[in-house]
C-alpha cells in the first residue's frame, strides 16, 4: 500500500491556523484582480481630492503676543517662588495665558468690541450654507472660540492668536482684537483675583492661629491634669513592677503545688504511722526524729526482752507501756508538722490571691497610662497639623502680597496680522496625499479583501498550502467540447488533453507507485467537478504507455463512463453479476472475455467495466464478498486498475472502495468548491488505505491556477455539509451528467 507523498510534520492540515498572505501571493493577486482595484482606487481617490477641493475656501491670520518675566524686580523676598524661572516659572506662566486666552470670558470680551457691521462680516459665511434658518446663525462667544485657535511656540515666551473663517478680513481683526483685548483682560484679572486671594488668606490665617493657640493650651492642660511630664519613665516603672509581681505569682503558684502534692500523699498515708514517716518532709523535723529513735530502741528492746520472758512479765508489761508513750508522743509531733504543712498551704494561698490582685491593678495602670499617651499623640498630631497649615497659609500670604506689589510678568505685542492673500484650506498637497493615499489603499485592499473572502479552490497554491496535497497536473476549461470528445480526449489524440495527461501520468509515478497490479481511486468532493472525464482520460493515457489498463465504473449511484463512450448500460456489467448467481470467469476464460461482465475494449490497452445500471444500495454491492474475490482475479490480469467512485463530499462509496486501491486521484473543478470541503474530503480519503496522492485541478480558466493565496479560513465542516447534501443527492437522482 503506497503512502502519502507529503511530510505530516509539515502540513498545515496539522498546524494552528493558515498562514499569512506573503508578498509574492498579494502580487499575484493583484495580476488576476488588480483591475478592480485600480478602477475602486481612481474613484475613491479621485472623489476625495475633488471632494475635498470643492470646499470653501479658508484663510488665516495670526498676530503674536510675548510674556516677558522680571523676575529680577522680586527684591529681598526669601523663598517667594519655588520654582526656576528658566523652567517651571516659564511653563506655569504660559500655560496659565494660554487657559485665559482659550476662556469663555475672554471671548466675551472681544465679542462685546465687534462692531454691528463687523458681527454682521462674521456671520455672512455661515448664512449663506443655512439659508433657512437666519435666526440660529448669531454671533456668540462660542463662535469666537471656535475662530480662533492659541497656540504656543515652544522653547520661546511667544503666543500666537490664529482666526480662522472664509473672509480674510475677519481673520486679521478677529485675531488683533484677541492681542489688543487680553493686555487690559490680564491687568483686570490679575488686580481682583490677588485682592481676593490676600483677603482669602488673611482670614484663613487668623483662624488657623487662633485654632493652633487653643490646641496647644488644650495640650498643655492635659500633661498638667494627668502628670504626664515623664509618661516614658512611668511606664518603664510599671513594666519592671509587672515583670517582679509576674515572678513572685509564679514562684508561689509553684510552691502551692508542691505543698498540695504533699497534702495528698498525707491524707492517703491516714493514721498509717510508717507511711507518714516515709513521707520525708513529714519526718524532717529533729524531734520527730529523735522520737523515731526512742520507738525503735523500745521495739528492739521488746525483742530482746520477748527472747527470755513472757507476755505478762513485769519488764514486759513495763516496755509496751514505755512503746506506747512513745508512740504517741511521735503521732502527737506528725500531727503538729501536718499542721504546720497545712497553714503553709494557706498561706501561700493566701499570697498567690494578693498577687493576682497586685497584677490586676498593675495590669489597669498600664492601660490607662497606655489611653492617656495615646490621647497625647492625638493632641500633639492635631497640635502639629494646624502649625504646618498655619505656616504654609503665613508663607503663601507673604507671596500673594509680594506678588500684588510687583510685576513678575510683562505682556507686550510684538506682530499684528495682515489681512492673508491665499486660502489656507483646501490644500492641494493634503488633497493630493489623501487621494493617493487612499487610491493605493483601495487598489491594494480591494482585491486582497476579495480573495480572503472567495473561499473556493482556484490555484495551485491553495491547494498544496491549504489542503496539504501536491498538484499532479490540471486540466484546460474547454467550452467548446462535449463530453464524448473530452472523455476520449487522449485516445484522439487532443493536444489540449493529452499534454495534461501526460503531465498528470509523470507526476504519477514519481509516487513510487507499485508496477502492477496498480490500483487508483478517483474522486472529488462534489458533483460536477469532472472526475469521471479524468479517470476515463487518466486510463488512456495509461493504455497508450503500454499498460493494460481497466477502467471500472464504481459510480453506482449515477453511472455515466459509458455515456463517454458512446456506450450504453443495459448488457452485462458490474451490478447485474454482483446480484446474479454468477460466479467468477472459470478457468481459461479472462475477465475481458467473460461475458456476465460485458468488458469492452474502449482504447490501445485500455477497457471499460460498465456499472450495468444504478442501485439505490451500493454500500451493499461493494461489501458483497465477490467484489473482493473480483477485484483479485482482476488485478491479476490487469496491470492497472481505475475505479471512478461517487463524490466522496457527499457519498461514502469511495472510503468503502478505498480499500482496494493504492492511492486517489482527487479532482477538484476551479472555482467550484471550498477549499474547507475539499480538505475535509481529502482527509477522509486519507483515513482509507488509499491515501490522496495528489490533485488534479479542473478546468482552468486562463493562467490563474498559476497565481497562489496561501492562506487558509478558519472553517468546521461535518459529514455531507450540513443541508447541501440533499441538494447533491437530488442532481445525482438526474438521468443526465453533465461530466
Given at each position: 500500500?503506497?503512502?502519502?507523498?507529503?511530510?505530516?510534520?509539515s502540513?498545515?492540515?496539522?498546524?494552528?491556523?493558515?498562514?499569512?498572505?506573503?508578498?509574492?501571493?498579494?502580487v499575484?493577486?493583484?495580476?488576476?484582480?488588480?483591475?478592480?482595484?485600480?478602477?475602486?482606487?481612481?474613484?475613491?481617490?479621485?472623489?476625495?481630492?475633488?471632494?475635498i477641493?470643492?470646499?470653501?475656501?479658508?484663510?488665516e491670520?495670526?498676530?503674536?503676543?510675548?510674556?516677558?518675566?522680571?523676575?529680577?524686580?522680586?527684591?529681598?523676598?526669601?523663598?517667594v517662588?519655588?520654582?526656576?524661572?528658566?523652567?517651571?516659572?516659564?511653563?506655569?506662566?504660559?500655560?496659565?495665558?494660554?487657559e485665559?486666552?482659550?476662556?469663555?470670558?475672554?471671548a466675551?470680551?472681544?465679542?462685546?468690541?465687534?462692531?454691528?457691521?463687523?458681527?454682521?462680516?462674521v456671520?455672512?459665511?455661515?448664512?449663506?450654507?443655512?439659508?433657512?434658518?437666519?435666526?440660529?446663525?448669531?454671533?456668540?462667544?462660542?463662535?469666537?472660540?471656535?475662530?480662533?485657535e492659541i497656540?504656543?511656540?515652544?522653547n520661546?515666551?511667544v503666543?500666537?492668536?490664529?482666526?480662522?473663517?472664509?473672509?480674510?478680513?475677519?481673520?486679521?481683526?478677529?485675531?488683533?482684537?484677541?492681542a489688543?483685548?487680553?493686555?487690559?483682560?490680564?491687568?483686570?484679572?490679575?488686580?481682583?483675583?490677588?485682592?481676593?486671594?490676600v483677603?482669602?488668606?488673611?482670614?484663613?490665617?487668623?483662624?488657623i492661629h487662633?485654632?493652633?493657640?487653643?490646641?496647644?493650651r488644650e495640650?498643655?492642660?492635659?500633661?498638667?491634669?494627668?502628670?504626664?511630664?515623664?509618661?516614658?519613665?512611668?511606664?518603664n516603672?510599671?513594666?519592671?513592677?509587672?515583670?517582679?509581681?509576674?515572678?513572685?505569682?509564679?514562684?508561689?503558684?509553684v510552691?502551692?503545688?508542691?505543698?498540695?502534692?504533699l497534702?495528698?500523699?498525707?491524707?492517703?498515708?491516714?493514721?498509717?504511722?510508717?507511711?507518714?514517716?516515709?513521707?520525708?518532709?513529714?519526718?524532717?523535723?529533729?524531734?520527730i526524729?529523735?522520737q523515731?529513735?526512742?520507738?525503735?530502741?523500745?521495739?528492739?528492746?521488746?525483742?530482746?526482752?520477748?527472747?527470755?520472758?513472757?507476755?505478762?512479765?513485769?519488764?514486759?508489761?513495763?516496755?509496751?507501756?514505755?512503746?506506747?508513750?512513745v508512740?504517741?508522743?511521735?503521732?502527737?509531733?506528725?500531727?503538729?508538722?501536718?499542721?504546720?504543712?497545712?497553714?503553709?498551704?494557706?498561706?501561700?494561698?493566701?499570697?498567690?490571691a494578693?498577687?493576682?490582685t497586685?497584677?490586676?491593678?498593675?495590669?489597669?495602670?498600664?492601660?490607662?497610662?497606655d489611653?492617656?499617651?495615646?490621647?497625647?499623640?492625638?493632641?500633639?498630631?492635631a497640635v502639629?497639623?494646624?502649625?504646618?497649615?498655619?505656616?504654609?497659609?503665613?508663607?503663601?500670604?507673604?507671596e500673594?502680597?509680594v506678588?500684588?506689589?510687583?510685576?513678575?510678568?510683562?505682556?507686550?505685542?510684538?506682530?499684528?496680522?495682515?489681512?492673508?492673500?491665499?486660502?489656507?484650506?483646501?490644500?492641494?498637497?493634503?488633497?493630493?496625499?489623501?487621494?493617493?493615499?487612499?487610491?493605493?489603499?483601495?487598489?491594494?485592499?480591494?482585491?486582497?479583501?476579495?480573495?480572503?473572502?472567495?473561499?473556493?479552490?482556484?490555484t495551485?497554491?491553495g491547494?498544496?498550502?491549504?489542503?496539504?496535497k501536491?498538484?499532479?497536473?490540471?486540466?484546460?476549461?474547454?467550452?467548446?467540447?462535449?463530453?464524448?470528445?473530452?472523455?476520449?480526449?487522449?485516445?484522439?489524440d487532443?493536444?489540449?488533453?493529452?499534454?495534461s495527461?501526460?503531465?498528470?501520468y509523470?507526476?504519477?509515478?514519481?509516487?513510487?507507485?507499485?508496477?502492477?497490479?496498480?490500483?487508483l481511486?478517483?474522486?472529488s468532493?462534489i458533483p460536477?467537478?469532472?472526475?469521471?472525464?479524468?479517470?476515463?482520460?487518466l486510463?488512456?493515457?495509461?493504455g497508450?504507455?503500454?499498460?493494460?489498463?481497466l477502467?471500472?465504473?464504481?459510480?453506482?449511484?449515477r453511472?455515466?463512463?459509458?455515456?463517454?463512450?458512446?456506450?450504453?448500460?443495459d448488457q452485462?456489467?458490474?451490478?447485474?453479476?454482483?446480484?446474479?448467481?454468477?460466479?467468477?470467469?472459470?478457468?481459461?476464460?479472462?475477465?475481458?472475455n467473460?461475458?456476465?461482465?460485458?468488458?469492452?475494449?474502449v482504447?490501445?490497452?485500455?477497457w471499460?467495466l460498465?456499472?450495468?445500471?444504478?442501485t439505490?444500495s451500493?454500500?451493499?454491492?461493494?461489501?458483497?464478498?465477490?467484489?473482493?474475490?473480483?477485484?483479485?482475479?482482476?488485478?491479476?490480469?490487469?496491470?492497472?486498475?481505475?475505479?471512478?467512485?461517487?463524490?466522496?463530499?457527499?457519498?461514502?462509496?469511495a472510503?468503502?472502495?478505498?480499500?482496494?486501491?493504492d492511492?486517489?486521484?482527487?479532482?477538484?473543478?476551479?472555482?467550484?468548491?471550498?477549499?474547507?470541503?475539499?480538505?475535509?474530503?481529502?482527509?477522509?480519503?486519507?483515513?482509507?488505505?488509499?491515501?490522496?496522492?495528489?490533485?488534479?485541478?479542473?478546468?482552468?480558466?486562463?493562467?490563474?491556477?498559476?497565481?497562489?493565496?496561501?492562506?487558509?479560513?478558519?472553517?468546521?465542516?461535518?459529514?455531507?455539509?450540513?443541508?447541501?447534501?440533499?441538494?447533491?443527492?437530488?442532481?445525482?437522482?438526474?438521468?443526465?451528467?453533465?461530466?
Amino acid at each position: 500500500m503506497v503512502e502519502p507523498s507529503y511530510n505530516q510534520s509539515s502540513d498545515p492540515l496539522h498546524e494552528n491556523g493558515g498562514e499569512f498572505l506573503r508578498l509574492g501571493d498579494i502580487v499575484l493577486i493583484l495580476r488576476r484582480r488588480g483591475w478592480i482595484g485600480l478602477l475602486a482606487g481612481l474613484l475613491v481617490g479621485g472623489g476625495v481630492m475633488l471632494g475635498i477641493m470643492q470646499q470653501t475656501p479658508r484663510y488665516e491670520a495670526s498676530s503674536s503676543l510675548v510674556v516677558e518675566l522680571n523676575p529680577d524686580r522680586v527684591v529681598n523676598v526669601e523663598e517667594v517662588v519655588d520654582i526656576g524661572v528658566e523652567g517651571g516659572l516659564l511653563a506655569a506662566a504660559m500655560n496659565t495665558h494660554l487657559e485665559r486666552l482659550r476662556s469663555r470670558r475672554m471671548a466675551e470680551t472681544v465679542l462685546e468690541q465687534l462692531t454691528p457691521a463687523q458681527r454682521e462680516q462674521v456671520r455672512r459665511p455661515f448664512l449663506r450654507a443655512n439659508r433657512n434658518a437666519d435666526e440660529l446663525v448669531a454671533v456668540s462667544p462660542g463662535m469666537i472660540r471656535d475662530l480662533v485657535e492659541i497656540r504656543w511656540l515652544r522653547n520661546s515666551q511667544v503666543l500666537q492668536i490664529s482666526a480662522r473663517h472664509p473672509d480674510p478680513e475677519v481673520t486679521r481683526f478677529l485675531s488683533n482684537l484677541y492681542a489688543r483685548n487680553y493686555i487690559g483682560f490680564q491687568t483686570s484679572l490679575r488686580d481682583s483675583s490677588t485682592a481676593s486671594a490676600v483677603s482669602f488668606l488673611e482670614r484663613e490665617v487668623a483662624d488657623i492661629h487662633r485654632r493652633l493657640e487653643a490646641g496647644e493650651r488644650e495640650l498643655a492642660e492635659y500633661r498638667r491634669l494627668h502628670n504626664l511630664v515623664a509618661i516614658e519613665d512611668n511606664r518603664n516603672i510599671i513594666t519592671d513592677e509587672l515583670r517582679q509581681i509576674n515572678a513572685a505569682l509564679t514562684e508561689q503558684r509553684v510552691k502551692a503545688i508542691e505543698l498540695r502534692t504533699l497534702l495528698q500523699q498525707i491524707d492517703e498515708a491516714g493514721d498509717d504511722l510508717d507511711r507518714l514517716l516515709e513521707i520525708s518532709t513529714v519526718a524532717r523535723p529533729t524531734i520527730i526524729q529523735e522520737q523515731v529513735s526512742q520507738l525503735r530502741e523500745v521495739e528492739n528492746e521488746r525483742d530482746e526482752l520477748s527472747e527470755t520472758f513472757l507476755r505478762r512479765h513485769p519488764r514486759m508489761v513495763a516496755n509496751a507501756s514505755r512503746q506506747a508513750s512513745v508512740e504517741s508522743t511521735l503521732r502527737r509531733s506528725i500531727e503538729r508538722r501536718i499542721a504546720e504543712i497545712r497553714g503553709d498551704y494557706s498561706a501561700v494561698q493566701t499570697s498567690i490571691a494578693g498577687l493576682e490582685t497586685e497584677l490586676k491593678q498593675a495590669e489597669a495602670r498600664s492601660l490607662e497610662l497606655d489611653r492617656l499617651a495615646i490621647d497625647l499623640n492625638t493632641l500633639r498630631r492635631a497640635v502639629e497639623a494646624e502649625r504646618r497649615t498655619y505656616e504654609q497659609l503665613a508663607t503663601r500670604l507673604n507671596e500673594t502680597v509680594v506678588t500684588s506689589q510687583i510685576d513678575i510678568t510683562n505682556l507686550r505685542i510684538l506682530d499684528l496680522a495682515d489681512t492673508p492673500r491665499e486660502p489656507f484650506s483646501p490644500s492641494l498637497l493634503l488633497a493630493g496625499l489623501l487621494g493617493t493615499a487612499l487610491f493605493g489603499i483601495v487598489l491594494v485592499g480591494l482585491p486582497v479583501g476579495i480573495e480572503l473572502m472567495d473561499k473556493r479552490l482556484q490555484t495551485y497554491a491553495g491547494i498544496e498550502n491549504y489542503i496539504g496535497k501536491p498538484v499532479l497536473g490540471d486540466v484546460r476549461y474547454l467550452p467548446g467540447k462535449s463530453s464524448s470528445q473530452i472523455m476520449t480526449g487522449v485516445m484522439a489524440d487532443d493536444e489540449a488533453l493529452l499534454e495534461s495527461f501526460r503531465a498528470i501520468y509523470s507526476s504519477l509515478l514519481l509516487h513510487r507507485l507499485p508496477e502492477a497490479p496498480l490500483t487508483l481511486i478517483v474522486t472529488s468532493s462534489i458533483p460536477e467537478e469532472g472526475k469521471t472525464s479524468i479517470a476515463g482520460n487518466l486510463a488512456q493515457i495509461f493504455g497508450r504507455h503500454g499498460r493494460k489498463t481497466l477502467l471500472i465504473d464504481a459510480d453506482l449511484r449515477r453511472p455515466s463512463l459509458h455515456r463517454g463512450f458512446n456506450l450504453t448500460n443495459d448488457q452485462g456489467g458490474l451490478v447485474p453479476w454482483i446480484q446474479s448467481e454468477e460466479g467468477l470467469p472459470p478457468v481459461g476464460v479472462t475477465v475481458e472475455n467473460f461475458a456476465p461482465l460485458a468488458v469492452v475494449r474502449v482504447a490501445a490497452s485500455t477497457w471499460l467495466l460498465r456499472s450495468g445500471g444504478s442501485t439505490k444500495s451500493p454500500t451493499e454491492v461493494f461489501a458483497n464478498p465477490k467484489f473482493d474475490r473480483l477485484i483479485s482475479r482482476i488485478k491479476t490480469e490487469f496491470e492497472v486498475v481505475i475505479l471512478d467512485t461517487p463524490p466522496v463530499g457527499v457519498f461514502p462509496d469511495a472510503t468503502l472502495i478505498g480499500d482496494y486501491g493504492d492511492g486517489t486521484v482527487f479532482v477538484a473543478r476551479q472555482r467550484k468548491v471550498t477549499k474547507a470541503r475539499a480538505r475535509n474530503s481529502v482527509l477522509r480519503m486519507d483515513r482509507t488505505s488509499a491515501p490522496v496522492l495528489g490533485v488534479v485541478l479542473n478546468a482552468v480558466r486562463g493562467h490563474s491556477a498559476m497565481s497562489g493565496d496561501g492562506y487558509g479560513y478558519g472553517e468546521s465542516y461535518q459529514y455531507g455539509y450540513g443541508k447541501d447534501v440533499e441538494k447533491y443527492r437530488k442532481q445525482y437522482a438526474q438521468s443526465e451528467s453533465k461530466d
